[in-house]
């Protein structure tokens, strides 16, 4: 039962596909497992479509008409995925964007120390984005921090509360660059969150400013 998700301008960007990749997969694993935003995202589609049947048609060349069809060959050849995905183990808890890259299992993936109570698995991320998990133990307090861009993370397990309320596995906290938050993991179990940033974090602290080139934050 998700409470928090992605701010309704989020979606539409997401369905126009003009998120920068690392905030789009965000979005994607949240949609997963939220049929309320699924269907957000649907009429936000449905829009975007009556808008383009108002365009006035424009002549196309050629080339770009050759173009379109090669990449509708491509995508033809997408379905291999829909194979493995039928062999899903009930208790898989990557979300399922993730699983070509890394498998079903978030205990199984190789966790990197970052500080006490922190660790971390970074994703590939084109640009200035950043994409990762973090693996929080319980009652772990973050550094206190703003942003320079957006920020999108999900839980996916366990749960944290900051400023802006109690996050539980399947919320999204979408962060506007105007945001400070400090968010402490409850306690329990470990809470494991994927996080997309679009730029750097900005932090209040001396000594985790010092450590973020380390952290890579
Ligand atoms: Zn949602």
């Not at 935003?37 to 002549?59: D, F, K, T, Y």
């Not at 397990?157 to 109690?166: A, F, K, Q």
């Not at 400070?180 to 932090?203: K, N, Y």
């Amino acid at each position: 039962m998700t409470t928090h998700h992605p701010d309704l301008s989020t979606l539409m960007s997401y369905s126009a596909g003009s998120l920068a990749d690392a905030i789009a997969t965000v979005v994607a694993a949240h949609l997963s497992v939220c049929s309320h935003c699924r269907q957000q995202v649907q009429e936000a589609e449905l829009i975007g479509i009556s808008l383009l049947e108002e365009l006035e048609p424009a002549p196309m060349s050629d080339r770009a008409k050759d173009d379109i069809l090669a990449l509708l060959d491509d995508t033809e050849q997408a379905p291999v995925n829909s194979r493995q995905e039928q062999n899903i183990p009930d208790d898989a808890d990557v979300p399922a964007p993730f699983r070509p890259l890394l498998g079903y299992y978030l205990d199984d993936l190789h966790w990197r120390y970052m500080a006490p109570g922190l660790k971390q698995f970074v994703l590939p991320a084109s640009g200035s984005s950043n994409l990762r998990l973090l693996k929080i133990a319980p009652g772990t307090c973050m550094p206190s921090h703003g942003h320079t861009g957006s920020e999108l993370t999900m839980v996916l397990r366990g749960s944290y509360s900051d400023e802006l309320g109690r996050f539980c596995a399947g919320d999204v906290a979408d962060l506007d660059p105007d945001v400070q938050h400090q968010p402490v993991a409850d306690t329990g179990e470990d809470c494991i969150c994927l996080i997309a940033t679009d730029a750097p974090l900005r932090f209040n602290g001396l000594v985790p400013r010092l450590l973020q080139p380390f952290f890579q934050l």
